[in-house]
């Protein structure tokens, strides 16, 4: 697997496209009414052909960017309608790759030994063995307050990683591959509402017991066997995931 840019840079058109405009939408660019561009208008800038154009729109509008409408065009939803939020599209390991490359985060060396019990209970597959961990706060390129707190663990078969780790050099199980040579088969998520306890608290700058998003993601390899195991808190009202997904004709 090639880095985060590489990979994202190889993503189908109309998701770079999408992401350039997701950028600007959040960016404030189009914020009056008649700002956002024609599709006319995006296959001149981009280069593209309609249908490159309204696919990139229609996964805009899946993650409630925009709204269109025949014979009014294309506008971005008020501010209200986003509620603020930070949102957060993922429907590939693609999208995956986008928001590790619009944000930032260092990690620290964290701790060794059985994956916690308040994590275990949740994931599916086999989680013996000890596991070695991350820790690090995710920022905005240009600095704000925090986007999350993430603690990544990795599995005892693939030795003393965390210590091999660039820990600012983009994402960790894009890393694992040089590494290692271990290749993800499968990606898992679990979303769930939660309380923030004192460490996370501090962590996010919210108050302790203030709601969070939390997001446990799992990663196999390609025979199915579990590797790593990352927990992010989330501040629950500025953050949003949103996905397409896309039903069989």
Known sequence: MADANTTVAKAPRYLRMAGDL???IMAGEYAAS???PTESELCQRYGVSRFTVREA?????AEGLIERRRGSGTRVQPAAALGGALHQPLSNVGELLQYARDSRIVYGLGRSGPLPREFSEQVEGNTAGVWHSLRGIRRPPNG???IAV???FF???LGQVTTQFDLQGGTLFSQLERITGTTIGRVTQDIQAARADRTIAAALDITTRDPVLRIIRCYCDRQGKLFEISVSHHPGDSFA?????DLDS
């Not at 729109?57 to 509008?61: T, V």
């Not at 995931?241 to 997904?245: G, N, V």
């Open 22 to 24: 997701r950028d600007a």
């Open 34 to 36: 008649g700002d956002f």
């Open 57 to 61: 729109l229609r996964r805009l509008q």
């Open 144 to 146: 704000g307050p925090p």
């Open 150 to 152: 993430t603690e990544a």
């Open 155 to 157: 599995h005892e078969r």
């Open 241 to 245: 995931y949103s996905m397409h997904i």
